[in-house]
């Protein structure tokens, strides 16, 4: 079967023909499976944001095609609009966007646009809102009036709502306390879970997509610079400093534990992980 | 959509036309617009051009990048060319076709028309492409300051220019943003009737209003905490100076004045 969603030599120039000039995203080949979960890191200006927002047709590429379910999402406008619902897309500070009077109406936009039924659009709000912990008496409250973390949360479910195949999360947990991170983190995983969903989440923390993601992609200069799970991409800490990234704290901690002699393995990213490698020591007793 | 509006866009350079003092180049803009409207005549407006070109040059600003800021006005110039071409009456009949009838006089008169223009759009362009959003409301402020005798706020009207032109990028930026947003869940600002399309851009202006305010009163706060507290006392920190080539570009402007004028009288 094919890959859910691919590009194939995705390339996207800012400007071009002017002084500002200038490519975003570099000739980009990518394909996620149905029920992947992606990890997508990379330095500031990397090109990410450029890059997921052809995956749902917003950006129109400078050259090269993106498929979904293998086929062209820029075959008709028809298709593109298709996709769009099918392909779901979490900006950064998603909470800027809410315009509706009522948390349920902001949240029943995206299927009412799809042209459902009344009933459908009942069920999908329902559904999304309890994937992200909104109750039902915050329904009828004005998205204006709850806080930060609540915002962001309507405003997931707000795309979630349209039950997307594949769901994209542009940095969902910048600007968040751990608490608000954490709980935002858990809605997304449980949407993964729910079905064959894939999830694309771009975020700056190593702590929290070293535990979620199955696969991590690394941008650097808009070409992909690293492709691989977890384990692959952290036991390389030179070549992510070399493009401005950093491996997580718990490794950066092994490492240095095993620079000190201790027979421990360094590639290891969570801290559960961590803690499995230091039990096994113990267990091996006076040696150390 | 929002991309393609240039108009008014600053390109960094280190060119003389960039270095000039900006109340120079308001100044010589002014009186380049005032001169325009008096030129007659192919030499008046052949040398208005030649002016316009040097300064084009020496800015090295590409030709293609100064016309295509004249797109969104092509339809007007389009509109008054065609107009004045069958609309002038004269003497030497060029053809006639039906009952539209063509005059050399009439290509004249549309012909220096769209040149004028041309040359309008030209010369505001070449000023903002040159000269950064700052400089430009600096020197507009230097230039009004003998109104502040009258109690005119010269420089509260600067400050608000000032910030309302360092906003209008970033609110651009954040309509286009929103935009893309709503249509991530299927926002459709493009097909159907006035009506509906007028309704389709209450999902965009809402939150950018919203997002204005708050930008607004964000702004004000971060003034006030560092003690912003109007014009009064107000030093600058780049002082505007005015330097030989200035002087020099004054005098050329003032010599295309008597030019256009001398030649206006002959031709
Ligand atoms: N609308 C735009 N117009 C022109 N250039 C842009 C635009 N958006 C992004 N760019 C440029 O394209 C490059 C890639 O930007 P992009 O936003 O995709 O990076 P990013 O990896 O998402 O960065 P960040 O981690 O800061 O969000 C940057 O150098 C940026 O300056
Ligand atoms: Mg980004």
């Keep these: 079967m094919a890959p859910v969603i691919q590009t194939v030599n995705l390339t996207h120039v800012y400007s071009p023909g002017t002084p500002f000039e200038q490519t975003a995203v570099d000739n980009v080949d990518f394909a996620a499976e149905r029920g992947e979960f992606i990890g997508i890191i990379g330095h500031t200006g990397s090109g990410k944001s450029t890059f997921i927002q052809h995956l749902n047709g917003l950006l129109k590429p400078s050259s090269g095609r993106v498929l979904f379910n293998g086929e062209d999402i820029f075959a008709s406008k028809q298709k593109t609009r298709e996709t769009r619902f099918k392909v779901g897309l979490v900006f950064q500070y998603p909470e800027y966007q809410l315009f509706e009077e009522t948390v349920y109406r902001d949240i029943a936009f995206g299927p009412k646009n799809m042209g459902l039924s009344d009933e459908e659009i009942d069920r999908r709000v329902r559904d999304a809102a309890g994937f992200v912990d909104i109750s039902e008496d915050q329904f009828e409250k004005s998205p204006f009036d709850l806080s930060g973390g609540q915002k962001r949360r309507v405003a997931i479910a707000g795309v979630i709502a349209m039950k997307p195949d594949v769901l994209i999360l542009d940095e969902p947990t910048a600007g968040l306390d751990p608490m608000g991170r954490e709980e935002i983190i858990g809605n997304i995983v449980r949407y993964h879970n729910s079905g064959e969903n894939t999830v694309i989440f771009i975020t700056h923390s190593m702590e929290d997509i070293a535990r979620i993601a199955g696969r991590l992609v690394v941008f650097s200069k808009g070409r992909i610079f690293m492709d691989g799970t977890p384990k692959e991409v952290f036991s390389r800490a030179e070549d992510l400093r070399s493009v401005g990234l950093d491996v997580p704290d718990i490794t950066l901690v092994m490492m240095k534990l095993k620079k000190l002699g201790l027979p421990v393995d360094d590639s290891v990213y969570t801290v559960e992980q961590a803690k499995a490698e230091l039990l096994k020591l113990k267990g091996r007793g006076k040696d150390v | ?267």
């Design chain 2, 1 to 267: 959509m929002f991309k393609d509006i240039t108009m008014g866009q600053y390109f960094p350079g280190n060119t003389l036309i960039h270095r000039l003092d900006p109340r120079t180049k308001l100044v010589l803009t002014l009186l380049y617009i005032i001169v325009l409207f008096l030129a007659k005549g192919i030499w008046s407006y052949a040398v208005m051009l030649a002016f316009l070109s040097v300064c084009v040059i020496l800015s090295r600003i590409k030709l293609s990048v100064l016309l295509s800021g004249a797109k969104p006005i092509v339809f007007i110039i389009i509109i008054t060319g065609i107009l004045n071409l069958f609309y002038t009456k004269g003497e030497h009949l060029l053809f006639r076709v039906w009952r539209i009838s063509v005059y050399l006089e009439g290509l004249q008169t549309a012909g220096f028309l769209i040149l004028r223009i041309l040359l309008l759009i030209c010369c505001t362009l070449l000023l903002t492409y040159t000269t950064s959003p700052l400089q430009l409301t600096d020197a507009m402020e230097a230039l009004l300051n003998p109104l502040k005798k009258l109690r005119f706020p010269v420089h509260e009207l600067s400050m608000m220019m000032s910030i309302a032109l360092r906003f209008i990028p970033t609110l651009i930026k954040e309509t286009d943003k929103i935009m893309s947003a709503q249509k991530a869940r299927g926002a459709d600002f493009e097909t159907g009737s006035l009506r509906q399309r007028a309704k389709a851009l209450l999902p965009l202006l809402i939150p950018l209003f919203v997002g204005a305010f708050r930008r607004a009163d964000e702004l004000a706060t971060a003034m006030e905490s560092r003690c912003y507290h109007g014009g009064e006392g107000r030093t600058k920190m780049k002082q505007l100076r005015m330097a030989a080539a200035d002087w020099a570009a004054l005098v050329s402007g003032a010599a295309l004045t008597v030019a256009v004028v001398l030649l206006r009288r002959a031709g």
